[in-house]
Antibody, heavy 125, light 107 residues
């Protein structure tokens, strides 16, 4: 059974860097893509980006200038960094496994499952 | 970006009712749509992908249909644990986007 466990700093000041880690259990990082999503309190879901085992990432254009995703195959961990945070970045952040389909022999996103438990990050001065 | 609009945003129903939630895409996305259920304080759970394929372990009272720009999630007979929030998601092209959510309450 695949499980994702997340952790990271929960309270940041404006302009600091958000750093989250997601550990993967029961699945190989190499056989899957991985993604990060966030959800401001009481609001909907926003896709942040996804990454494969070789570190090739796709980012949401709305966050691309501030976000970096990475993976560590040896520890089976995923990492999210978001620079220069503001109050608008306050949210629950989730990692998730990406189910893949193939279109014209290229991997494409199909679904997100399972998800990590979520990490609440508050940005406040 | 592809916009997804769910309707209704709020829905009241009773145990045993049949309900349908609609998700409309701002442009055609073939059948590249997924549905998620989210309970308060929990991560979303995948229900359906490919517009109509039921994820393993999801009760058969959940079903999905549609293609192109209009999709539906149907719950055939509501159970007490189904009263929560549902999101659609398009995975046809980047950036991946979600609908705004539909909250299902007990009448």
């Amino acid at each position: 059974q695949v499980q994702l466990q997340q952790w990271g700093a929960g309270l940041l000041k404006p302009s600091e860097t958000l750093s989250l880690t997601c550990a993967v259990y029961g699945a190989s990082l190499s056989d899957n893509f991985w993604t990060w999503i966030r959800q401001p309190p009481g609001k909907g879901l926003e896709w942040i980006g996804d990454i494969n085992h070789s570190g090739s990432a796709n980012y949401n254009p709305s966050l691309m200038s501030r976000v970096t995703m990475s993976v560590d195959l040896s520890t089976k961990q995923l990492f999210l960094k978001l620079r220069s945070v503001t109050a608008a970045d306050s949210a629950v952040y989730y990692c998730a496994r990406v189910g893949i389909r193939y279109k014209w022999n290229a991997p494409r996103v199909n679904w997100f499952d399972p998800w990590g438990q979520g990490s609440l990050v508050i940005v406040s001065s | 970006d592809i916009q997804l609009t769910q309707s209704p945003s709020f829905l009241s129903a009773s145990v045993g009712d049949r309900v349908t939630i609609t998700c409309r895409a701002s442009q055609g996305i073939s059948s590249y749509l997924a549905w998620y259920q989210q309970k308060p304080g929990k991560a979303p759970k995948l229900l359906i992908y490919g517009a109509s394929t039921l994820q393993s372990g999801v009760p058969s009272r959940f079903s999905g249909s549609g293609s192109g720009t209009e999709f539906t999630l149907t719950i055939s007979s509501l159970q007490p644990e189904d009263f929560t929030t549902y999101y659609c998601q398009q995975v046809d092209r980047y950036p991946i986007t979600f609908g705004q959510g539909t909250r299902l309450d007990i009448k």
